[in-house]
C-alpha cells in the first residue's frame, strides 16, 4: 500500500445522501500497518487453528510479520550496501540471518535454494604465492644465499 491509501482526509466530498457516514478505511490502515490485515485474519481463519479467533490476533500476526520483513530487510540491505551492490541477492538475506543471533535462532534451519554458502575467509597460514609453482629446494637456498 502506498501512503495515499491510507489518508482519512479525502478531497472528495461525500454525497448528499450519505452525509453521516465516514469514508471507509481498511483495518490496515486504521493499524497503521502496510501488511494486510485482512487477508492474515482470512488466511487465520481458513488454517484451522482453532475454534474461535480473536478480532487483534490478526492485526497482531500482520504487525509482526511487518516488523520481523523490516528488520531483515534492513539488515540485508546494509550487506548489500558493503558488498557495493544495488540488489538485494538471497545471499544477502542468507548472511542478515546468519549474523543476527536473535534471527538465527528463529529462521536457523531454513535453507536457501539461490543462497551460496558464506564465503569463508582465507586463513593466515595460506602462502602469498598463490597460483605459482613450488620452488625447488636449490632455488629457495641460492636466494637466501644472494640476499644475506
Same mark, same amino acid.
Given at each position: 500500500?502506498?501512503?495515499? =491509501? ?12 450519505? =452525509? ?93 535454494? =539461490? ?34
Amino acid at each position: 500500500m502506498s501512503d495515499g =491509501q491510507c489518508d482519512t482526509e479525502s478531497s472528495e466530498e461525500p454525497e448528499p445522501s450519505h =452525509q453521516g457516514r465516514r469514508p471507509k478505511t481498511s483495518r490496515s490502515c486504521r493499524a497503521g500497518l502496510i501488511f494486510p490485515v485482512s487477508r492474515i485474519e482470512r488466511f487465520i481463519r481458513r488454517g484451522d487453528f482453532g475454534e474461535r479467533v480473536g478480532a487483534g490476533a490478526s492485526v497482531y500476526m500482520a504487525a509482526v510479520l511487518q516488523y520481523l520483513t523490516y528488520d531483515i530487510l534492513d539488515i540485508s540491505g546494509n550487506i548489500a550496501d558493503g558488498d557495493h551492490k544495488r540488489r538485494i541477492a538471497p545471499r544477502h538475506i542468507q548472511q542478515a540471518i546468519s549474523n543476527d543471533s536473535e534471527l538465527h535462532s528463529l529462521f536457523g534451519g531454513i535453507a536457501f535454494p =539461490q543462497g551460496k554458502a558464506p564465503a569463508k575467509k582465507p586463513s593466515a597460514t595460506t602462502s602469498s604465492r598463490k597460483g605459482r609453482g613450488k620452488k625447488s629446494g636449490k632455488a629457495v637456498r641460492s636466494q637466501n644465499v644472494v640476499a644475506t
